[in-house]
């Protein structure tokens, strides 16, 4: 294995398909060719809806068991809670005197999750850039593999970086690279084709869970939005998000190429094509669906695997912010 991998995901809920087939399932491959860390980012689940400490508590298990149900193994990868090390917060805030404030301003994700309001915004949304900078340059990462709407802050954390290693003439911080996750792979909102999937989504029927019984996932789907032309044209996706979108679920999930898929299902109609599709992630969401739950059931099973996590991930990162406090000047 040569490089370390670093990614994460929110506690804000349970997972859906579009955090399984648009990362983890493809992290899981990852974690047999690199050093993989695949942590539970629970600092930023504060930054904007403030959750009791009990649902955030709940939250924190679903992840692990989702990451683990999906694929995620313990022995092979590190699975553990942002929280639990301090360092993360600590080299955020020395990350941040090297970060000018103009480089935040130009974040788009903060303009899109701050709202019309943006002085009500907490500063950790408005500073949660450097963090996610802090979390990738402790664990020394090459490799971050990130979605789309990620690449902004990736490339923040490699500016970050190298402003560092200016700094002090070293070459202290590995500059991480982006591991660009299957663009096929992007899953959009039932309800939207233009959206991506989310787990705050204005309409319940817009997402579908990785914990949602069967029963509800064929009425999600079969409650998709889709459009008035007949058909599965190919040529004609790009202009059809809705149709593009649910051919892309069945063709990620089959392993199917879209073409093939849309040849196949032009031979049937829209409710014929929902009823397999339908199938196809029951198929695939059952299984993952079950083991969650096992897994939730026996939740001091999912603590020792969060605590066992973070005394790995302590291993790593108790040099290394030693080490930057030593080329700063800081006497320890």
Request: charged share 25%.
């Amino acid at each position: 294995m040569t490089g370390v991998v670093f990614s994460g995901t929110q506690p804000s809920g349970v997972l859906h398909l579009g955090n399984y087939l648009g990362a983890i399932k493809q992290w899981v491959t990852l974690q047999d060719k690199y050093k993989s860390i695949f942590c539970i980012v629970d600092l930023y689940a504060i930054t904007a809806n403030k959750l009791s400490a009990s649902e955030l508590k709940s939250n924190i298990f679903k992840t692990a068991a989702a990451y683990i149900a999906c694929g995620i193994d313990p022995e092979k990868s590190i699975i553990f809670n942002q929280s639990t090390i301090s360092s993360h917060t600590e080299l955020s805030w020395l990350l941040g005197c090297y970060t000018p404030v103009g480089w935040l301003n130009r974040m788009t994700q903060f303009k899109d999750k701050a709202g019309s309001d943006k002085q009500k915004a907490s500063l950790g949304l408005y500073s949660y850039p450097v963090l996610m900078a802090a979390d990738i340059l402790l664990y020394r990462t090459k490799y971050v593999p990130v979605g789309d709407d990620q690449k902004q802050h990736l490339e923040l954390a490699r500016d970050i970086a190298l402003a560092f290693n200016n700094h002090y003439k070293l070459g202290h911080f590995v500059i991480p690279e982006i591991l660009v996750l299957d663009h096929a792979s992007r899953i959009m909102s039932l309800r939207d084709g233009t959206s991506k999937m989310s787990k705050s989504p204005p309409s319940e029927y817009s997402c579908i869970n990785l914990d949602d019984t069967d029963d509800l996932i064929v009425k999600k789907v079969g409650k998709a939005k889709t459009d008035s032309i007949l058909g599965f044209d190919f040529a004609t996706l790009k202009c059809r998000p809705e149709i593009s979108n649910l051919i892309n679920i069945y063709s990620v999930l089959s392993n199917l190429d879209v073409d093939k898929v849309c040849e196949e299902m032009n031979k049937y109609d829209m409710q014929h094509f929902k009823g397999e599709l339908a199938d196809l992630i029951i198929s695939v969401i059952s299984p993952i669906r079950e083991e969650i739950n096992d897994l939730l059931k026996d939740q001091s099973h999912l603590y020792r695997v969060l605590k066992k996590g973070t005394e790995k991930a302590a291993e790593i990162v108790g040099h290394n912010i030693k080490e930057i406090k030593n080329i700063i000047g800081f006497v320890q």
